[in-house]
């Protein structure tokens, strides 16, 4: 199944992403994929928050965030309720549909 989701970047601009569902990738690596700059330097194990998103649209429908993902959103300065890491997120039909703004530090 494709799946089709809005993506607001670091400068305000938002873009129409669609994503195989198939492939069984996260949230981080299908971004980064379609060309958005995520350090993700702990590689998807939920350790380096660079893959913050913030859901703008649809964060009911997202599957809860798991005790790894709540702790390291507890560390960041800037993260609030609709906060969510990136990499802890399959992409499948839950993402259909949401809007989320990429937050997570660029360098
Ligand atoms: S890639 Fe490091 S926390 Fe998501």
Not at 33 to 41: E, F
Not at 72 to 84: H, I, K, N, V, Y
């Amino acid at each position: 199944m494709i799946i089709n989701l809005e993506v607001e970047d670091r400068n305000g601009e938002t873009q129409t992403v669609e994503l195989p569902t198939e492939v069984n990738l996260n949230l981080m690596e299908a971004l980064k994929a379609s060309g958005y700059n995520i350090l993700a330097t702990c590689g998807g194990m939920a350790l380096c928050a660079t893959c913050h998103v913030q859901v703008l649209k649809g964060l009911d429908q997202l599957p809860a965030a798991q005790n790894e993902e709540l702790d390291m959103l507890d560390t960041l300065p800037d993260a609030g309720f609709d906060s969510r890491l990136a990499c802890q997120l399959k992409v499948n039909e839950s993402l259909d549909g949401i809007k989320v703004k990429i937050r997570g530090d660029e360098h």
